[in-house]
């Protein structure tokens, strides 16, 4: 179940010839009402034209009806035409389905500097539109409709005390998307103002999709909108919040899972940094190096390269105090490496999906990143023509 | 010609045994006497221990009279015990050829995680010395011992007007290098005092070193040194800092040319930012980002990640400016795709080293940094077991 798991929510996919042979390429989630609904865009310098309109809309504060993602093109790198063909989007779904433009959000993802083609998503409409159901069938034809290079549709659903959060995203490179951009889409059947989606939302990204190894690097089309319709009535804050962080939780590591060429899924967890900031920080910089992630491919429990990765995050820590676990194993402790280690026990422990504990002091700040190892097959793949 | 090209200086290079198979692993470079001399250190937060005993030695003013380098051993991330073992190397070299310790710097580059064994050094110290001598085959010795992943040595001259910069390096791997610590001695025979040493030498390092896309993730152990004979007396200090930076370009192509798995040399040219350092900042994401990389090994000319790299910069600069040339042909113009591209002509001027120029607005700031492509045989050699 994803976005049509809670009530008051209607989900499809259609094919509307943006991507070839048929394939899923454009969705639709509605709310049967305008919903208050909030937003994390992007913080890249040089944001798709959906993510401007998409803003745009959100800050016009009618609520939200109507979410409509196509992947195939991200329309980024577009100027002007390609704000007139995303706002042109929003106003063709306004008047399919009757309600303003304003109150329609705009996604794409795909390969950038090419316009999204409008009459091929106007022309799909009146179907799409049609084919927008609450099951949970059609929410997959959502979620299958938003991939690009992923392998596998991404939902994910939070059962709370008497209210639902679900959600689907879609995400596939693991640094530096372009055609990988990360689009999350949840909804809730709690009511909450717009303000308090905000707030949960920021903190539940802060600590999911940003703790995989995407953030400073973010591209040009991110975004993870969270909408509630208020079916069931108020919740507590506190337990939305937790239903929210849950499912962008779940949804970071399907992406982490399905990451293009990757083998494993690598935790690495940051313990004793002066505080949760400079401890998201340190795992960061681990978890972005490019020789850290080669040596999770080997595997290699190859401390030093750890070491050299916090060092060079310009937050204070005390190298003194490294302590490094490989899958349970300490293989550096107090800054040094442990004597007579059996390093081939630590090889076949790292040999599926493993954490990386890494102590850096006695402070009480602590971060878990979500990273993969970094293979061949990714350069191969990556370095492929689009 | 390298670190014997001015004179008042002497190198040599031998085995002593730290790394396997008589391969040649500790290098010398001594001048006549003790002389000014300036160095510019790593910024990673986990400097190894030849780093601080380099900067409390250099930092007595007492000049330098030797500097002694070694690979197989990076002696990082060893706490008090690397201390003494980098403390008691230098005042080995002092020993041996009558000088105080604090005249002499050390340098150590290999794994990370391993005490440096000192006695292979001191047991080596009387032949070394013996065979530290002004020839251009003895500082070839020298520039061969410090080499661990590189295939070449690499060795630069800059022949002034009555003067002589010359220099040796070592560096392979292109990011977040441990293994791949970058090192470079400079000798010149020109009269500078400590401070204007210093002055030329980080100013030629912020343009050539650190615009190779190694800054911001420098390893535990990056050291360039810079020493002045003044056997030929003083000269003017831009024809002296034209010959540092002259020198240093040389060496940081020599490093990126050698990286480990690259197939090729990338220059990334950053024209119209607010200001140079603004530029640098847009030239290094560019450099940095995997996705880029992966790109320029393909090759394609896939300007779209260039965009979301500078996007990621956090620099300010004007997406609808962005103008992208690979190779000279145009492929994107203000910010969108230059319709009816040849591509496969584009592709086809990518085969060998190649230039990326990017524009981002009207402003003054440009930058030029260096880097190679991401390969499939980078990421097999960084995953194998050190």
């Given at each position: 179940m994803s976005v049509t798991a809670a009530k008051g929510f209607r989900a499809g996919g259609i094919a509307a010839g943006i991507k070839p042979d048929g394939q899923l390429d454009v969705a639709l989630v509605m709310a049967d009402r305008a919903v208050p609904a909030?937003?994390?865009?992007?913080?890249?310098?040089?944001?798709?034209?959906?993510?401007?309109?998409?803003?745009?809309?959100?800050?016009?504060?009618?609520?939200?009806?109507?979410?409509i993602l196509n992947s195939g093109c991200a329309?980024?790198?577009?100027?002007?035409?390609?704000?007139?063909?995303?706002?042109e989007t929003a106003k063709a779904v306004a008047t399919e389905i009757g309600c303003l433009p304003e109150e329609v959000l705009v996604c794409s993802t795909g390969p950038i500097g090419d316009v999204l083609e409008v009459?091929?998503?106007t022309g799909a409409l009146p179907d799409l539109?049609?084919?927008?159901?609450?099951?949970?069938?059609?929410?997959?034809?959502?979620a299958t409709a938003i991939l690009?290079?992923?392998?596998?549709?991404?939902?994910?659903?939070?059962w709370g005390d008497g209210f639902v959060v679900g959600g689907m995203a879609k995400g596939a490179g693991m640094i530096r998307p372009d055609m990988a951009t990360m689009l999350a889409v949840l909804t809730t059947d709690a009511a909450a103002d717009r303000d308090t989606l905000q707030r949960?939302?920021?903190?539940?990204?802060?600590?999911?999709?940003?703790?995989?190894?995407?953030?400073?690097?973010?591209?040009?089309?991110?975004?993870?909108?969270?909408?509630?319709?208020?079916?069931?009535?108020g919740v507590d804050p506190e337990a939305l919040a937790e239903g929210v962080e849950a499912v962008c939780r779940d949804l970071a590591r399907a992406i982490a899972a399905d990451a293009e060429g990757a083998t494993r899924v690598v935790t690495v967890r940051i313990r004793g940094a002066a505080d949760d900031a400079a401890a998201r920080l340190l795992g960061r910089?681990?978890?972005?190096?490019?020789?850290?992630?080669?040596?999770?491919?080997?595997?290699d429990p190859n401390w030093g390269r750890i070491l050299a990765a916090l060092g060079?995050?310009?937050?204070?820590?005390?190298?003194?105090?490294?302590?490094?676990?490989?899958?349970?194993?300490?293989?550096?402790?107090?800054?040094?490496?442990?004597?007579?280690?059996?390093?081939d026990a630590v090889v076949d422990a790292m040999a599926g999906d493993f954490t990386v504990d890494v102590v850096v002091g006695t402070g009480l700040g602590e971060a878990e990143i979500l990273t993969t190892d970094l293979t061949p097959e990714y350069v191969t793949f990556n370095g492929g023509r689009s």
């Open positions: 909030a937003a994390v865009f992007t913080r890249n310098g040089a944001p798709a034209a959906p993510v401007q309109v998409s803003r745009r809309h959100l800050g016009e504060d009618l609520g939200v009806r109507a979410v329309n980024a790198g577009t100027g002007e035409p390609g704000l007139v063909a995303a706002s009459g091929l998503i539109v049609g084919q927008t159901l609450a099951s949970a069938a059609h929410g997959t034809a959502a690009t290079t992923d392998t596998v549709p991404k939902e994910a659903t939070f949960i939302l920021r903190r539940a990204v802060e600590t999911t999709f940003n703790c995989l190894n995407v953030d400073g690097c973010e591209s040009t089309n991110d975004t993870v909108i969270l909408a509630a319709s208020g079916e069931v009535g910089a681990v978890a972005d190096s490019a020789l850290v992630r080669s040596s999770f491919y080997g595997p060079s995050a310009r937050v204070p820590f005390d190298p003194e105090a490294v302590t490094v676990s490989y899958a349970g194993t300490v293989v550096a402790r107090d800054g040094m490496t442990v004597p007579d280690l059996d390093v």
